[in-house]
């Protein structure tokens, strides 16, 4: 009887202690941010939304302007980041997010009168702009959880974001068919129903460093690409040949296993072995388990006033790496530095993306062949978000290559994928969506990391999302005053189709030549710019920049009584 007392103790015990872990909550953040790009799906269900509510091209575009607007604008998001419990930023994410998506399906599916269309652009972006207080939470935590593995959790936390649109329709076809209509109600109800059940999980956790923990990783990255492989192939196959309804709940229940039991699974498993560790540890030195460096009082991520911080000492700067202010980072050469590589980058690769159906349309392809170009750029992204995130740490740790190292050669690769849309030829467009989907995606951990390591973790919520804000404003930049207006002017020149003004209809390799050309030398520009960032970092990479966040060696008597085991 006391063995069975004893046993249910342990295995609550277990529960409780993997309910609170940093694996988990790793878990967790995997979901959520599945969950949160459901934004690259609007250019599936956007026809509905011009045949329901009768918009022409002008008011498509005013609608796409604040979708964009609405998912990069999160500054202010990460200022309630640095001060709002975690509850509160998901119960924020899960009311805007369903609020905005539901009001928009009320419209489209006329439940209720006809909006404005001043009121469908401010329903979607109350939409768009919901995930980004459950992201900053759910990659913020991981990152501290995990700050000496952070561009590897970077890596796979973006490609869980930049697989969420085909994990969602394959999720929507299981549940709904093929009803466009019914998409905008499952985004309004997944993404919160995700943000609701997680949102007592993200806290910064105290933890034993972990043996081999690279390898656990590596084991998240397996799944990741099964997943991915699995998803873009009945994405791709979906477009050729007639499922039933049979097979999408089939395929529903492969994602369901590859996104929510596989990682659940390797997650319980770490948490079983720290849990293990920590027993062990308690019978022989109640003070072995050691809080990481952003929890202890030296480092103060806990327990002081953030927002007085914001202002205090603008220009007596710590060093790299160390914790720097909010306005102490902005104003930095090095920010300054980086916010112009980020604006010529992912600027962009954004601009050539957004522009990709009517590239395809001025070059004489047929729709299902721009959608091939689509799921190319889709499943390159998804490559380059893991493969930077993964190959920057491995070459961080063993050969001590500064990060803008890998963000300066994927700037010049993404020219070539500019130059092949500027002079295209046979096949060269297929070669384009390639480069440019990869180059893109690696570009945003790379990012990330490089301001989490060179102005610290106590401020990362909102620094990390002052940075991503460069992508939209350099994407604003080159599209609304480069690539459209000369669109507009060679469509003009050829006089294809001249319906209306605002419809002008360019056709032949020169409509986006002198545009892309533009592009690949601000591709050119901003890589100059990240070479100079490497140069001025050199040092601090040539060191030990996760120095601080290590354990202290352990005594004998204590590595005596750590578990060890074998991972594969």
Not at 224 to 234: D, G, L
Not at 292 to 303: A, C, L, M
Not at 415 to 440: N, T
Request: proline share 3%; hydrophobic share 45%; with cysteine.
């Amino acid at each position: 009887m006391d063995s069975r007392g004893s046993n249910q103790s342990q295995s609550c015990g277990f529960v409780l202690h993997s309910i609170k872990g940093r694996w988990f909550s790793l878990y967790a953040a995997f979901l959520i941010t599945a969950g949160s790009g459901t934004v690259y799906l609007f250019g599936t269900y956007s026809t509905e939304i011009i045949v329901s509510m009768g918009y022409d091209q002008s008011e498509l575009r005013k609608l796409t302007f604040y979708k964009d607007f609405g998912s990069n604008f999160a500054v202010l998001n990460g200022l309630l980041a640095e001060i709002a419990p975690s509850w509160l930023l998901f119960l924020l994410s899960a009311g805007m997010n369903f609020w905005g998506y539901f009001m928009i399906w009320l419209a489209v599916t006329k439940k209720i009168a006809k909006p404005e269309i001043w009121q469908m652009c401010f329903f979607i972006f109350i939409g768009a702009n919901a995930p980004n207080f459950s992201d900053t939470r759910a990659i913020v935590t991981s990152v501290r959880n995990f700050p000496e593995s952070r561009g590897v959790v970077l890596g796979l936390l973006k490609s869980y974001i930049g697989l969420s649109g085909p994990i969602v329709s394959l999720l929507h076809w299981a549940l709904y068919g093929k009803d466009l209509k019914s998409l905008i109600l499952f985004i309004a109800w997944f993404p919160a129903f995700l943000d609701i059940v997680f949102m007592f999980t993200f806290q910064e956790k105290k933890f034993t460093r972990q043996p081999q923990e690279m390898r656990v990783f590596y084991h998240y990255l397996y799944v990741s690409i099964a997943m991915a492989v699995f998803v873009m192939v009945m994405t791709i196959s979906e477009r050729h040949v007639k499922f039933s309804s049979t097979s999408y709940v089939g395929s529903a229940m492969v994602v369901f296993v590859f996104l929510f039991i596989l990682p659940l699974l390797i997650s319980l498993r770490e948490e079983h072995f720290d849990w293990t560790i920590n027993n062990s540890y308690s019978k022989t030195n109640n003070n072995i388990e050691i809080s990481r460096g952003i929890q202890s009082k030296e480092n103060g991520y806990v327990g002081e006033s953030r927002i007085s911080s914001f202002f205090n000492n603008i220009w007596n700067k710590p060093g790299r790496g160390g914790d720097h202010t909010v306005l102490q980072a902005i104003l930095s050469t090095d920010m300054m530095y980086l916010f112009f590589t980020t604006a010529c980058g992912l600027g962009a690769g954004l601009t050539a993306i957004n522009n990709l159906k009517q590239i395809g349309e001025a070059l004489g392809y047929p729709t299902e062949t721009i959608q091939a170009f689509a799921s190319l750029v889709n499943i390159w992204n998804y490559v380059g978000r893991v493969y930077s995130g993964f190959v920057s740490e491995y070459l961080l740790r063993k050969y001590k290559i500064p990060r803008p190292a890998m963000l300066t050669f994927m700037l010049a690769l993404s020219s070539v994928g500019y130059i092949l849309i500027a002079f295209p030829f046979r096949g060269s467009i297929y070669l384009a969506c390639v480069i440019i989907g990869f180059s893109y995606g690696s570009q945003l951990p790379l990012v990330n990391a490089i301001i989490s390591e060179l102005f610290g973790l106590k401020h990362y919520s909102t620094l990390f999302n002052c940075g991503q804000f460069a992508s939209p404003l350099g994407a604003y930049i080159l599209n609304a005053k480069i690539v459209q207006p000369n669109y507009q002017r060679m469509a003009e020149s050829l006089i294809m189709d001249e319906t209306s003004v605002d419809n002008l209809i360019c056709s032949g390799e020169v409509c986006f030549k002198d545009s892309f050309t533009v592009l690949a030398s601000v591709a050119i520009l901003g890589g100059f710019i990240s070479q100079i960032l490497m140069e001025r970092t050199r040092k601090f990479y040539e060191g030990d920049i996760y120095k601080r966040f290590r354990d202290p060696p352990q005594n004998s008597a204590e590595e005596q009584t750590s578990p060890t085991r074998e991972t594969s």
